[in-house]
């Protein structure tokens, strides 16, 4: 989670539901780089097209809305996004950001002042953002969420630190 | 100071003797749910190089997004998940044949008050109708559980949601959820933990509460409840669960919630969502005449056997509009038997409903679709664009009489025109 992760920005606004991130009709794929064909499709091709030159993704309120299919999140990472700011998120696809091993920032003053195409950087350890020459404060993950952050998502960090570690089991 | 349920029921699922709304804490499910999700979840496990599971009978697994296969890589991953669920012992397995995941499992007694249960489906809120705590994960999630039985959560506050009932003449849970939806908007209550109070809830029926429940989800909150009460104990007590195999949990009297809200249901119309938002809500008399193309009468807020019946009872001696596609999709196989035995199946057959095999069928996109600029009016709980079909078409939400009375008119309608005050 060191250093600066960010780029170009695409920005949406409040509610972007999770039929619209990736639709259920592509669900049969957990293959990040065949879900990124089809996100946001039905938002057409030029927001498709921009989305691919993107790094960051800005939502406003409640982004994520929805289902809680994963592959919300999977399709942003085959998309080449590094990470997702909006003004707040929907729960499940929060988690499903964190366990796939996309940072999502909560931080409204960045979504706001964030424009389409512009840039965003933002170093996660320290908890700031830049934005149009401005930088902006949000509270830095627990120790327990930049654990899994860093070891890339969930099932590599149950890889990596529960499994080997493990007690016999119950039954 | 008092708690709440999901504080009461968080840190007895986490063993510890209090919680407080922020804190982060490792819980303990009593049953993981996935759907079609499991396939994924099984492919995780290979992944991480594991074949042991922390506790196979909390596992449950119901084939229910695309049943039965559409395509043969999603026969492949339905074979995967009989297979898997044949080879590791799990009990709790429901082929295609079964109906919702949400439904089948309630029916089976398996959802009881007081229990954590997670699930690969954001509507997983439901269970709160039996006074059991559920929600939403993504699959990696519920494969991190199949493996260590854990997963974090932060304490949720709560927010106090209390009906007043009876509600009007003519409207029902659906409309009551629609109209706190458009007043609370899509993320109203996202991060908390909804509690139905109030006179409409006590003695309300198990169906209504799932829809109660069920809804809760788009307004964003994390879980949903009512409080069990003898309604609950004698459904379980039907399905052959006693008293003493579960242990209730109610709120203090004095817990304290982040906000208060009240819906009067005495004064209440029906209520539609419009495209293509679910907060995008307005009173019936606002968008009647609305032509549509299909009616769908399904998914886990809206198919139960109690909804069918509903709809029967203006569909009855009446037909579908020319024209009208009326696609109705129970939600369980015991349902589909209820609707045979007493009738209210060969009602909706003759009024021209093209009744499915039960499941989430057109909600989940599998079947029932749109061409482009069609319209479907659905007791679904979600109307977003390209959900069913055509990202050009349109969905609208309603109650399961409002969708009959649209099947009959092939126009929004108000079911008050078809409905005898008793």
């Known amino acids: 989670m060191e250093g600066k992760i960010g780029g170009k ?62 592959q919300a999140a999977t399709c942003l990472i085959g998309a080449g996004v590094k990470a997702v700011v909006a003004k707040s998120f929907s729960r499940v696809f929060f988690r499903n950001c ?63 630190y529960v499994l080997p570690a493990r007690q016999p089991m119950k039954a | 100071m008092g708690k709440t349920f999901a504080e009461k029921v968080l840190a007895r699922a986490a063993g510890v003797a209090e919680v407080r709304p ?37 596992i449950a697994m119901v084939m229910d997004h695309i ?22 012992g799990i009990k ?18 398996y959802i009881r008050p007081g229990m954590v249960v997670i699930g690969t489906d954001s509507h997983t809120t439901i269970y709160g109708a039996v006074g059991a705590f559920g929600t939403g994960v993504g699959f990696s999630e519920l494969t991190a559980a199949w493996v260590t039985g854990k997963l974090w959560m932060k304490i949720p506050e709560s927010l106090k949601v209390i009906i007043e009932g009876p509600l009007a003449w003519g409207t029902s849970s659906k409309d009551v959820m629609l109209k706190l939806i458009g007043d609370l908007t899509a993320d109203g209550a996202t991060y908390c933990s909804v509690e139905f109070h109030g006179s409409y809830t006590e003695g309300l029926s198990i169906s209504d509460r799932m829809t109660l429940c069920n809804l809760a989800m788009e307004f964003g909150a994390k879980n949903g409840f009512v409080r069990p009460d003898e309604t609950v104990r004698t459904y379980l007590a039907g399905r052959g669960v006693a008293q003493g195999q579960y242990s209730e949990v109610h709120p203090d009297e004095d817990a304290v919630y982040v906000k208060s809200v009240t819906v009067d249901g005495r004064s209440l119309a029906p209520q539609i969502a ?23 009468i399904g998914s886990c807020a809206n198919a139960k056997y109690e909804d069918l019946v509903e709809a029967a009872k203006i569909l009855k001696g009446r037909k579908v509009a020319a024209g009208v596609r009326l696609l109705v999709s129970p939600a369980s196989k015991e349902i589909v038997a209820r609707t045979v035995k007493d009738g209210t199946y060969s009602i909706l057959l003759e009024a021209g409903a093209l009744i499915t095999n039960p499941g989430c069928s057109a909600c989940a996109g599998d079947g029932g679709v749109m061409a482009d600029g069609e319209v479907t009016l659905s007791t679904a709980n979600r109307n977003f664009k390209g959900r069913m079909g055509s990202y050009n078409a349109e969905i609208y939400l309603g109650s399961p009489a409002v969708a009959a009375a649209t099947a009959i008119r092939g126009v929004i309608t108000d079911p008050r025109e078809f409905l005898r005050r008793d």
């Open chain 1, 9 to 70: 920005v695409i920005k949406f606004g409040d509610n972007v539901n999770t039929d619209v991130i990736i639709p259920g009709r592509y669900l049969v794929s957990i293959d990040p780089q065949e879900l990124a064909k089809h996100a946001f499709e039905p938002l057409g091709p030029e927001a498709q097209q921009r989305l691919w030159s993107s790094q960051v993704v800005v939502g406003g309120s409640n982004f994520g809305c929805g289902s809680a299919r994963e």
């Open chain 2, 92 to 109: 709790k397995f429901y082929d295609v044949n079964a109906g919702i995941a949400h439904v089948v499992l309630t029916e089976e007694g």
């Open chain 2, 274 to 296: 419009c495209p293509h938002a679910v907060d995008n809500v307005k009173p019936i008399d606002q968008v009647a005449g609305t032509r549509v193309d299909q009616v769908f």
């Open chain 2, 22 to 58: 922020g804190e982060i804490v490792d819980v303990y499910p009593d049953l993981y749910m996935s759907h079609m999700a499991s396939w994924r979840c099984i492919r995780t496990m290979e992944k991480l190089g594991t074949d042991e599971l922390y506790d196979r009978d909390r």
């Open chain 1, 98 to 160: 964190i366990n796939t091993g996309l940072p999502a920032v909560q931080c409204p003053e960045a979504a706001t002042a964030a424009a389409d195409d512009g840039e965003m950087w933002m170093e996660l350890e320290r908890g700031v953002i830049e934005v149009q020459g401005k930088s902006f404060r949000f509270a830095p993950y627990p120790e327990s969420l930049k654990q899994i952050l860093d070891a890339g998502g969930l099932i590599p960090y149950l890889a990596k």
């Open chain 2, 67 to 88: 049943s039965p296969a559409q395509t043969s890589k999603i026969a492949d991953d339905q074979r995967l998940c009989r297979e898997y669920a044949a080879r590791k």
